[in-house]
């Protein structure tokens, strides 16, 4: 994905290179999960106790 109006700004020497700067990024433990993120979601909070699961909405 790209910017739709102008050149992406990285930030590179604030951020690092990686977005968190000595922070170890690993591979994930886990597979990516089959279906869409909704439906992914719709199963999961289906199956949780109420009130144990906080969703936190991040980025753009």
């Keep these: 994905p790209k910017p739709l109006v102008r050149t992406p700004i990285y930030a590179e020497n604030v951020h690092g290179q990686e977005g968190l700067p ?31 699961i906080t969703i936190a909405m991040l980025g753009p």
């Design 22 to 52: 000595g922070v170890p990024v690993h591979e994930p433990a886990k597979g990516l999960a089959e279906g869409n993120a909704v439906d992914y979601l719709i199963r999961t909070l289906s199956k949780a106790k109420p009130h144990s």
